[in-house]
């Protein structure tokens, strides 16, 4: 049984349509990351997975679990198990690097206090942020504010992490410092959707690649077939654009 | 001037010092109650708008309709509003509390555009934040969005203070002792007008100018922070 699967997700934002008809599944572990040009759906994608944006038809699917996002509880539902990490970071602006990892665990979720704040420091140790414990986000770095949004997602403890495009904001020397990071993560076996325009990073990392289009699938597979033999004339031509830019 | 001068002795007199001095009691407590429970109320229809659902939307519907008028509809009008409303119902009520509800009707409605304003100044992202991690209203109102947004909401809260303290002078128009019925009053009784209302515009100034300079000190002082 896959992980998560995702049945034929329509979605319209704004009066267009941005999804039309997107299937996949991720399995335990896996690392897919969807490619595209700007506009062909693949961050909508990851924010219909968190209930940020109502899908107009489609399945989505979690443990064997159908999640239907019209109501309340299976949102809360999934967002127990998913989470993300956005393109802009996202911190809240009004708490430290630490208190915007704890916030959640302690506030939302009712954990112990001391409990939360050792796995907090624990990972803004692992992202390599264990001397700006105290810094509030304007005082770092946008790769520093990356690496604590991925330490805050990851101390909701997720079965499924989401990466929108979060080394796109990022100055081009801070790139490799949240790649890392990922990596770091991979290693350890993470199952992740990532939407990224680091064609080397995805090559390296992914297990699956989907190329979109228009809201559409045009072709995924391992990357080996996406990057060096894809089916697809459209794909290639968007591989030869993008790959050694 | 010769006026003033023969009248003063007269118009200083203890019975008259203390009836400005319950004018600008009324004054001050017309001013501060109205704008308090407006704060309050206000904060709470600001969040009340920030609600999704069809379960509150007649509520919704409701507080902007009321919120929007108020704030198109002359001040005037609506204390007449209230004022005839509960004769219509036969409430006998004081023309104090009546001032204070329309008072407080108004302030309410700017409040509540002040807070909003306050809310919509946190970035999208962090309310995005919040949600997907399960935040719910109140707990991303409580941990986010209100401990960044009370900076732009109580310089810009204080400031309106300042200038609703001069709308209370409306409540003059339904006959309650505040500081411009009063001056009107002295007048009445023979006193020079600009004796009269030179006294009431003294009192004014010495109540809002000193409001006014804190004001601005707390705004400097948040913007800097």
């Known amino acids: 049984m896959p992980h998560l699967d995702v049945r034929n997700l329509h979605a319209d934002y704004a009066g267009k349509t941005v999804l039309q008809g997107v299937s996949f599944t ?37 443990d064997g679990r159908r999640l239907e996002y019209r109501q309340a509880a299976d949102v809360a539902y999934a967002r127990q198990r998913i989470a993300i990490v956005f393109q802009q970071y996202n911190l809240f602006q009004n708490m430290t690097a630490l208190r915007n990892v704890t916030v959640t665990p302690e506030k939302i979720r009712k954990r112990d206090k001391r409990e939360v704040e050792a796995e907090a420091v624990a990972l803004l140790r692992k992202v390599g942020l264990g001397d700006k414990l105290n810094a509030y986000p304007d005082e770092l770095s946008g790769g520093q504010q990356q690496r604590v949004a991925i330490a805050r997602a990851l101390a909701l403890k997720p ?51 989907m190329f979109l289009e228009a809201g559409r699938i045009v072709e995924s597979g391992p990357p080996l077939q996406i990057f060096e033999a894809a089916k697809e004339p459209r794909t290639r031509q968007f591989i030869s654009k993008t790959l050694y830019r | 001037m010769h006026a003033i001068i023969e009248q003063a002795p007269r118009f200083f007199s203890a019975p008259n ?6 004018a600008l009691a009324h004054t001050v407590l017309l001013s ?31 507080l902007i309709g009321l919120t929007e008028s108020l704030r198109r509809v002359p001040p005037l009008v609506t204390l007449f509003i209230v004022f005839f409303g509960f004769s219509l119902l036969q409430v006998d009520m004081s023309p104090f509390w009546i001032a204070l509800i329309a008072l407080t009707m108004i302030a309410t409605a700017f409040i509540a555009e002040i807070v909003r ?30 401990p960044q947004a009370w900076k732009i ?37 023979g006193f020079s007008p600009l004796l009269s209302f030179g006294a009431v515009l003294v009192l004014y100034f010495l109540l809002s100018f000193p409001l006014a300079r804190a004001g601005q000190w707390l705004e400097t002082r948040l913007a800097a922070s």
């Open chain 1, 26 to 62: 991720v399995t335990q572990g896996a690392i897919v990351s969807l490619i595209g040009p700007s506009g062909s759906g693949k961050s909508t994608i990851l924010r219909a997975l968190t209930g940020l944006l109502r899908p107009s038809s489609g399945e989505i699917w979690l």
């Open chain 1, 159 to 209: 079965e499924i992490l989401l990466l929108d495009e979060v080394t796109s904001a990022l100055d081009p020397e801070l790139v490799h410092e949240v790649l890392d990071t990922v990596r770091l993560l991979a290693a350890e076996g993470m199952t992740m959707i990532t939407v990224s325009h680091e064609m080397r990073f995805v090559r390296e990392l992914a297990s699956d690649v």
């Open chain 2, 17 to 22: 010092m203390l009836f400005l001095g319950t």
């Open chain 2, 32 to 62: 501060l109650a109205s704008c308090g429970v407006g704060l309050a109320l206000g904060f709470l229809i600001a969040a009340t708008r920030l609600t999704r659902g069809l379960p509150l939307l007649p509520l919704r519907l409701l």
């Open chain 2, 117 to 146: 304003a306050g809310f919509r100044s946190i970035p999208r992202q962090e309310w995005d934040a919040a949600a997907t991690m399960n935040f719910s209203l109140a707990q991303t109102l409580l941990y986010v969005v209100v």
């Open chain 2, 153 to 189: 909401i109580v310089p810009t809260v204080s400031l309106f203070f300042v200038m609703f303290i001069k709308d209370t002078a409306l409540a003059s128009q339904i006959g309650v002792l505040e500081l411009t019925f009063v001056g009107k009053s002295f007048v009445d009784r």
